[in-house]
């Protein structure tokens, strides 16, 4: 049951990767020949944006990737690829500039949707919080704001809707970090660095910052006993530290 779902769900990404591939094939000019360099890095480029980088390829062994998975990182893999790909806008090669027009369409297509989504709002229903600079921090407007729990969201029906992904997330990330460092707030770094951290963290990792700290990553404070016992224990593990 679980290997026929899992390919269901990879049937999608398969076939975004003929699509992208097709696509950046003609960008790179119809009449190129890649040789088989080219074409690995231009494979490895399509694994990464659609966050399927093999971390086998890359050396790691079943146990560490099992440690990464409990421990370290909620989908380490797709992390991993988000990260490797805006490592790749500093390198050459068909690797450097496939990646950055990856990024630009994807980043520029992103600004360019959610400021129409934002501009529509505001236009039906008089609401223009998220392009208002006055609701935002150093009259930045809460949807170009990094900080902001409304960076490239708009709030629809009580929910903050936006374009997922994880360079949208890794951006924004760094963004937080990136400021508070420009703001020479040591404070204020470690604080932006661990919630940083936290968001990605394994359900495990986070769960146990959860209990420790008092509040979710959410700043929902945590209600009391909340670490359960038995039964209870059971389930929780069942529901949020099981990969299914």
């Known amino acids: 049951l679980f290997k026929r779902a899992g390919h269901g769900f990879n049937t ?5 990767r003929i699509e992208l591939n097709k696509s950046f094939t003609k960008s790179l000019g119809e009449s190129r020949v890649l040789t088989d360099v080219e074409h690995r890095e231009l ?3 399509i694994d990464q944006i659609v966050g399927l980088t093999s971390t086998r390829s890359l050396g790691l062994s079943a146990n560490r990737r099992a440690l990464e998975s409990a421990f370290g990182f909620w989908a380490s893999r797709y992390q991993r690829a988000g990260i490797g790909l805006l ?46 600079p006055a609701k935002g921090k150093d009259g930045i407007p809460p949807l170009y704001d990094m900080r902001s729990g409304s960076f490239m969201s708009v709030e629809i029906g009580g ?12 951006v924004g990330r760094i963004g937080r970090v990136g400021i508070a460092a420009i703001e020479l707030d040591p404070q204020k770094v470690l604080t932006a660095s661990a919630q940083s951290y936290r968001s990605i963290s394994s359900p495990l990792v986070s769960d146990l910052i959860d209990y420790v700290s008092g509040r979710t990553w959410g700043g929902e404070q945590t209600r009391e006993g909340w670490m359960p016992t038995g039964a209870g224990a059971l389930q929780m593990a069942a529901g949020d530290l099981l990969p299914f």
């Not at 999608?12 to 975004?16: I, R």
């Open 159 to 170: 929910s903050q809707i936006g374009i997922p992904g994880v360079i949208r997330s890794i």
């Open 43 to 45: 494979t490895n480029v």
């Open 12 to 16: 999608y990404l398969d076939v975004a």
């Open 87 to 132: 490592g790749n806008v500093a390198q050459g090669g068909v690797r450097g500039q496939v990646s950055r027009e990856a990024l630009r369409n994807f980043l520029f297509g992103t600004l360019s949707l959610m400021t129409g989504i934002a501009s529509a709002k505001g236009i039906a229903t008089g609401d223009w919080d998220a392009l208002d």
